[in-house]
């Protein structure tokens, strides 16, 4: 079976700069796993923000960044608000099956 | 702008099934550019992608390994809708189930999206 990995938990300063990864265990991972990367709030549906590695969706904010960073997903987050903290889930694409990661819960400190 | 909506009880009776629809307003379940997909969320298992139907010339699905043995995901066209049914549940299927749309047009994959609002599902007696 197969299992996308992230971080469990990061903590950032506001302002600062933060980087999650998204692992898979099947070998590392390219663009045609189409990594997509998702912010979810308490309470709420999970929220687009990244598709095909690196695209932006028109309500991303410009802070939040895709790509693919030592055979991993990547989302970069610049200049950290308070209201990132949230917890984040990656998304890869597997033929016509879709894994989610387990998630990496953001901490704004 | 494509909403989701979903509907569907909130409890369900260990051996039952469970079945929730997708009421889609904005874009078309026969669309040549979209999946139709069912998500669910517990604290157990994280966010768990459990299937999706789309339409390319004829009709599609495709099921996650884990429920392939108990899972139908139909779309109703009459309706402008999809449906999920999960069969034989018990109380390890309790969990927030989504539905949301995965776009792709040409050669360029857009993701999921479009989220339906969720719902909560428990399995107990």
């Known amino acids: 079976q197969t299992v996308v990995t992230q971080e469990p938990s990061l903590t950032v300063s506001p302002g600062g700069t933060v980087t999650l990864t998204c692992a898979s265990s099947?070998?590392?991972?390219?663009?045609?796993?189409?990594p997509n990367w998702f912010q979810q709030k308490p309470g709420q549906a999970p929220r687009a923000l990244i598709y095909s590695t690196s695209n932006k969706h028109s309500w991303t904010p410009a802070r939040f960044s895709g790509s693919l960073l030592g055979g991993k997903a990547a989302l970069t987050l610049s200049g950290v608000q308070p209201e990132d903290e949230a917890e984040y889930y990656c998304l890869l694409y597997y033929g016509g099956a879709r894994v989610f990661g387990g998630g990496t819960k953001l901490t704004v400190l | 702008q494509v909403q989701l909506q979903q509907s569907g009880p909130g409890l369900v009776k260990p051996s039952q099934t469970l079945s929730l629809t997708c009421a889609i307003s904005g874009d078309s379940v026969s669309s040549n550019s979209a999946a139709w997909n069912w998500i669910r969320q517990s604290p157990s298992r994280g966010l768990e992608w459990l299937g999706r139907?789309?339409?390319?010339?004829?009709?599609?699905?495709d099921y996650a390994v884990s429920v392939k043995s108990r899972i139908t995901i139909n779309p109703d066209t009459s309706k402008n809708q999809f449906s999920l049914q999960l069969n034989s549940v018990t109380p390890e299927d309790t969990a927030v189930y989504y539905c949301?749309?995965?776009?792709?047009?040409?050669?360029?994959?857009?993701?999921?999206?479009?989220w339906g609002q969720g719902t909560t599902v428990t399995v107990s007696s």
């Open positions: 949301a749309r995965d776009l792709r047009l040409l050669y360029t994959y857009y993701g999921m999206d479009v």
């Open positions: 099947t070998g590392a991972v390219t663009s045609g796993y189409y």
């Open positions: 139907t789309y339409y390319r010339s004829k009709w599609y699905n």
